[in-house]
Structure formats: C-alpha cells, structure tokens
C-alpha cells in the first residue's frame, strides 16, 4: 500500500513538475501569465487520444507529433497575441494584467473548440496497460512510462538551459531583461522561444497525462491551477524548484487521496498554496527578489 | 456643478422609479430578463469597485455568488431570510477575509492565481461535505415570493453599490485606492496603508457579490454546487466590466447591458458555440478596447481629458512614444 502510493505520487509529481517546467519558462522568461495553458495540455491530450483511436498510433510516435505542434503552438500565439501586448505594455505589471486577461480569453476559445468537437464526456485510452512488479508493488507500465518521460524531457531541459551558451543566454533574460540587451542578447526572440518552448512541454505533459488517467475538455482549469502553485512553490523561472515542487505535490496530493478522501486532493493543494503565501512568498528555493 | 449633480441625481431617481414599477407592466419573460440585467449590472459594479481602482483582476466572482446561492440552498428551511442572508453575507465576508489577507500584502499576481482556482476549490468542498457529511448532494429552494420580489431586491442592490462605488469615488478612500492603483511605492510613502486599504473593498466588493447570489438563488429552485459555482459568470462579470470600463462609475453598467442582451441571444441561438464566440469577443475587448468603452468614449468626444488610470491609457503613451521614435 505504501510502496504503491509513493510510486504513484512520484508518477503523478514528475507529470506536474514536466508540465510546471513549462509554465515556469513562460512566466519567467516571457513573462506571459498564461492561463490558457492547462487547456494547451487537454487540447495535447486528446490529440494524443484522436491519433490513438482513429491511427492506431501509439502515444510515444504521438509525443513526436504533438510536441512540436505545441512549439508552433506556443509560437504562433506569441507572435499573434502576445507581441502586441508587450510591445503595448509600459511596465511589467502592465503586461501582467494584460496577458492574464487575453489567456483567460483564449481558455475560453479552446475549451469551447474542444467541447464542440469532443462533447464533455471523461475519455480515455488503454495504453501499455500491463502490471509491473516493483518491491513488490503492483504498478501500471504506463504510470512508468509516464514518469521516464517526465524525467528525461525535465532533465534534458535543465541540462540544455544550465550549461549550452544558448541556454545562459535565456536565463540571462529571465534574471535581467534589460541589462540582457546590452550584451547582444536578442529579448525578444528569446522570449518568443521560451513561450513556444512552454507550449511545447504542455503539449508533452498533455500526451503524457492522457497514458494514464482520464481527462474532459473541461479539466485544463485546474492542471493550470496546480501548474501554477508548483512554479511559485519552485520559486518562478526556476526549473530545479519546478521540478523538487511537482514532486511533492504529487506525493501530497496521492498520499491525501490514498490515506484521506479522494475529494480532497484539491483542497489539499490549496492549503499547501495557502502556507506558502504566508510563509515563503518567494517559493521555497527561490530568492528573495521576485 | 453642484446644479449638474443634482440633475443627474433627479434622472437617475426617475429612471429607478420607472425600473422600481416596470414589473406591474411586464410579463413572466422579461422580468425574468430585468433579474439577469440588474443581477450583472450590480455583479460589474462591485467587481470593478475593486479591481478598477486598483487593477487587482479577481477571477473569484462565482465563487461569492455560489457561497451566496448555497447558503440560501442550505438554510432557507431553518432560518428565516432576512437571517439567511445576513448568515450568507457573513460567510462570504469570512472568505474574503482569508483570502484577501493571505494574498492582498503581496504582488498582485498572487492574488489572480488564487481567486482563479477558488471556485473550484469551494465547488469541490461543498460537493466533498455534502456526499459525505449530510449524504445528499442537491438541495431545492422553496420560497413563498414570486420574481418580483427578487427583482426588487437585486436593484436595491445595485442601488446601494452604485451609492457607495459613487461615494468612494470621491472621498479619501477612493483616492488612496487611486494612488495604490498607479504606484504602490508612492501610496507607501504617502501614509497610505495599502494592504487594509485593498483588504476593506475586497471585502466589500465579495459581500455584495455573495448577496447577489443568495438574492438570485430562488430563482433555480434546484440548486447543486455545479450549477451555482459555473465558471463562465466570472467571466461574464469580467467581460462587462472591462467593456464598460472598470474604472467610471457607469462603466460596468454600460457593459453589462448591451452584453447580457447579446449572451441572452447568442445562448439561444448558438449553445455550443457560446463559449468560443465569449472567448474571441472577450480576446477583442483586451485588445481594442482596453480602457473601456467609457474612457473610449471620453478620449475620442474629449468631454475629459483622458485619465491616465485606465489600463489603456498607459499603453496608448508608450505607443505614441514609440511612433515619435519612428
């Protein structure tokens, strides 16, 4: 029982932490607020599930289809809706008010595309759904899977942006937009990249959320939500926190629906988000300054 | 100016009489129709009486109107509804309380954050205690009023927010709330304490929200927590605000109208679709109209001169800075 609610909070925690990465680059680096983005993942979901049902194809060929749709995604929206934003915005609160409002409006845009074409039913597929023994825990392959994945695109990620000259290049931004100008740092397009690079990592949680649990067109609000916490729990901007948050999120949340009340899970959350704001605002590994 | 404001108090008296009697005229439909309109008129009035001055955006408004709408559900056998009321306006205070306190001392993305999850998180507890706890989830409103009764009520509410958003606006705490809108660090220094400052209209805004609730809740007769925590009314309330303009007085109204017609007929006519054609409309409103149809309206006829806490004003500077540029 032990073994396997810490396996599955580990499985659930290194989905949330994949998915919080994005959502830490898009903040922090493009400073774009984005709600819409819980509905980038179900959107990557069901487009997991579509290629599934009517291809045949199995989700990991799916992953390399969905993910760079979501780059272009992510992309196609900086350029279209965001770029007018920034290039409007005085200051960055300015901006931040701006982008929280037209992604509240795009949530509602593609929450009502999905619902058109896919009604509100709970959807699912079987995928590798085989038992696997681990310490004498019975375990669902796909969870596994679930969780390799999570961790190989977050530390892939994290290794890419600590120690390519690309990646300084991109923190630089996310720690001083405007000293980053000064040595020939493009913000711009570094902005861009990171928000397309956000909607990528959605779309791949989406895909990978969709191996093993059921999701609706209407379930993004509160992947946003816990996406959210875990990046002011990480710290914003920070992809080592993103990822140790996600973690214990998914631990708390698991532990909470194994040991207490499945109904639970949420409030759960909330409590944790709750303790953080009065205790450590600034996340808990992130510094002082925001 | 003072010959003007009395006029304009004399209109506004008529026109409260004419709505106060317009049922004795009307049918079953549309006083169902001048419940809706008051109901928003009022819901964008009190969310702009702290998110324009401030622009603090709460995504959190039907989670008061649901608070409202399920203590009526769930007291209206024990209580009688002067004290059901007073009972969901305590408890809608007690929320925003937490809320506000915990959120309001720090940046105000904080708070979007957590005024964007709290419905679902109510939603999700009052579900939670009801199939638990009491074993019932759904509960019917019996009441021995009729529509009428509910319309009068909801505009006396709206009345008293259009009073007291009036009398803010022009005494010391309308100004400091001004203050802390454009520069956090200037009200600091001016003695303003902001986080009691922020913390009073938040409170004041959610009360008023989670009586509109409690009012309208008869109206369902069956009431569980998915219906009365709906997402989309935060976003309507948001919409109508911000095309009104969330920063005048008439503002929300001036939204809330001409929108609420238009859902009216867009969710009989399109109900899939609804929800898309919000989204786009809304995504326009941000991007057009970022002041508000109000400060559009004062800017272009030049009646005023543009008032630079709009959140468009701003951004029309540094654009016209930046065309100077080129």
């Known amino acids: 029982?032990?073994?396997?609610?810490?396996?599955?909070?580990?499985?659930?925690?290194?989905?949330?932490?994949?998915?919080?990465?994005?959502?830490?680059?898009?903040?922090?680096?493009?400073?774009?607020?984005?709600?819409?983005?819980?509905?980038?993942?179900?959107?990557?979901?069901?487009?997991?599930?579509?290629?599934?049902?009517?291809?045949?194809?199995?989700?990991?060929?799916?992953?390399?289809?969905?993910?760079?749709?979501?780059?272009?995604?992510?992309?196609?929206i900086y350029g279209v809706m965001m770029r007018p934003l920034v290039a409007r915005a005085g200051d960055r609160s300015a901006l931040e008010i701006d982008s929280i409002l037209a992604t509240f409006g795009l949530l509602f845009?593609?929450?009502?595309?999905?619902?058109?074409?896919?009604?509100?039913?709970?959807?699912?597929?079987?995928?590798?759904?085989?038992?696997?023994?681990?310490?004498?825990?019975?375990?669902?392959?796909?969870?596994?899977?679930?969780?390799?994945?999570?961790?190989?695109?977050?530390?892939?990620?994290?290794?890419?942006?600590?120690?390519?000259?690309?990646?300084?290049a991109i923190r630089a931004v996310a720690v001083a937009p405007q000293s980053a100008v000064l040595v020939g740092i493009d913000v711009n397009r570094a902005a861009r990249f990171a928000f397309a690079l956000g909607g990528a990592l959605a779309a791949a949680g989406g895909v990978v959320i969709s191996m093993y649990q059921t999701f609706t067109a209407t379930s993004g609000v509160t992947f946003t939500m816990k996406a959210l916490i875990v990046v002011i729990m990480g710290g914003v901007g920070n992809l080592l926190g993103a990822l140790s948050a996600g973690l214990i999120l998914g631990m708390v949340e698991t532990f909470v629906?194994?040991?207490?009340?499945?109904?639970?899970?949420?409030?759960?959350?909330?409590?944790?988000?709750?303790?953080?704001l009065l205790w450590r605002p600034q996340g808990l590994f992130g510094k002082a300054t925001r | 100016m003072n010959g003007r404001l009395a006029l304009v108090f004399a209109v506004a008296l008529v026109a409260l009489a004419a709505l106060a009697f317009a049922p004795f005229y009307l049918g079953r439909y549309q006083i169902g129709l001048l419940i809706g309109l008051t109901g928003y008129v009022t819901l964008a009035s009190a969310w702009a009486l702290f998110s324009g001055p401030t622009r603090y955006v709460s995504l959190a408004t039907v989670a008061f109107f649901g608070i409202g709408a399920y203590t009526v559900a769930a007291l209206n056998e024990?209580?009688?509804?002067?004290?059901?009321?007073?009972?969901?306006?305590?408890?809608?205070?007690?929320?925003?309380?937490?809320?506000?306190?915990?959120?309001?001392?720090?940046?105000?993305?904080?708070?979007v954050i957590f005024?964007?999850?709290?419905?679902?998180?109510?939603?999700?507890?009052?579900?939670?205690?009801e199939v638990n706890v009491t074993g019932t989830l759904g509960r019917y409103i019996f009441m021995s009023f009729g529509p009428e009764q509910i319309y009068w009520q909801l505009l006396a509410l709206m009345t008293i927010t259009l009073l007291i958003s009036w009398w803010i606006g022009r005494n010391r705490l309308g100004l400091a709330l001004k203050v802390i809108g454009d520069?956090?660090?200037v009200a600091t220094h001016?003695?303003?304490?902001?986080?009691?400052?922020?913390?009073?209209?938040?409170a004041l805004s959610a009360v008023i929200i989670t009586l509109v609730g409690a009012i309208q809740a008869p109206r369902w007769t069956y009431v569980e927590p998915g219906i009365v925590f709906n997402p989309t009314l935060s976003f309507l309330t948001l919409i109508m605000a911000l095309l009104g303009g969330a920063n005048r007085l008439w503002g929300p109204a001036l939204g809330a109208v001409p929108l609420f017609l238009l859902f009216e007929w867009l969710s009989a006519r399109f109900p899939d679709h609804y929800s898309i054609i919000l989204g786009l409309l809304f995504i326009l409103i941000v991007f057009v109209l970022p002041g508000g149809v109000a400060a559009f309206a004062e800017r272009t006829f030049g009646q005023r001169k543009p008032d630079p806490q709009t959140y468009g004003a701003e951004s029309a500077l540094s654009r016209d800075t930046a065309d100077a540029r080129r």
């Open chain 2, 78 to 111: 024990v209580l009688p509804y002067p004290l059901v009321l007073a009972a969901a306006a305590a408890i809608g205070l007690a929320v925003a309380l937490v809320v506000g306190l915990s959120t309001l001392r720090l940046a105000g993305v904080y708070f």
């Open chain 1, 109 to 168: 845009v593609i929450q009502g595309v999905l619902l058109v074409l896919f009604g509100s039913n709970y959807m699912s597929y079987s995928y590798l759904n085989i038992p696997v023994s681990i310490l004498g825990a019975n375990i669902a392959a796909n969870r596994l899977l679930a969780l390799g994945l999570a961790l190989t695109i977050g530390l892939t990620l994290y290794g890419l942006l600590r120690y390519t000259r690309w990646g300084t």
């Open chain 2, 190 to 202: 001016c003695g303003i304490d902001i986080a009691r400052t922020k913390l009073a209209l938040f």
């Open chain 2, 115 to 129: 005024t964007f999850g709290l419905a679902e998180l109510v939603r999700q507890l009052v579900t939670w205690y």
């Open chain 2, 183 to 185: 520069d956090e660090v």
């Open chain 1, 257 to 276: 629906a194994t040991y207490l009340e499945p109904g639970l899970t949420l409030a759960a959350t909330y409590a944790i988000f709750l303790a953080l």
């Open chain 1, 1 to 76: 029982m032990l073994t396997t609610a810490i396996i599955a909070g580990l499985v659930l925690g290194g989905t949330y932490a994949l998915v919080a990465m994005g959502l830490t680059l898009q903040y922090g680096i493009a400073r774009i607020m984005n709600l819409a983005y819980g509905e980038t993942m179900i959107a990557a979901a069901f487009a997991a599930f579509v290629l599934k049902n009517a291809l045949g194809l199995n989700p990991m060929a799916g992953l390399l289809l969905v993910v760079p749709a979501g780059f272009a995604f992510g992309y196609a």
